[in-house]
């Protein structure tokens, strides 16, 4: 397995770290803008859809489908995960 593009990691890792220091609410709320992410790269990638297992593991589906997205070349990764990032409260 290659290593993440820089820019691709560093935005991933602010956004799991952003995403790990919302309160419960907070990351409820704002679970709907890393669902369409989510979605987004999956079909870009699988074109299957990704099963909603709730808050708890929806960063953990993110960090998997960016590696798929980054494995398949899709652009403006880097770009896409810090709109993510401005997103979350």
Do not use: N
């Not at 669902?35 to 708890?56: F, I, M, N, S, Y």
């Not at 398949?72 to 770009?79: C, H, Q, R, W």
């Not at 709109?83 to 409260?89: D, F």
């Amino acid at each position: 397995m290659h290593a993440l593009p820089d820019d691709v990691s560093r935005e991933l890792e602010r956004v799991v770290r952003r995403w790990r220091e919302l309160p419960a609410d907070r990351a409820l709320a704002a679970s709907g803008a890393v669902q369409e992410v989510v979605r987004d790269l999956a079909d870009a990638t699988a074109g299957q859809p990704v099963p909603d297992l709730g808050v708890a593991v929806l960063i953990d589906q993110l960090r998997v489908l960016v590696w798929d997205a980054a494995s398949a070349g899709v652009p403006d990764l880097a770009d896409r995960l810090a709109e993510l990032r401005r997103t979350l409260p």
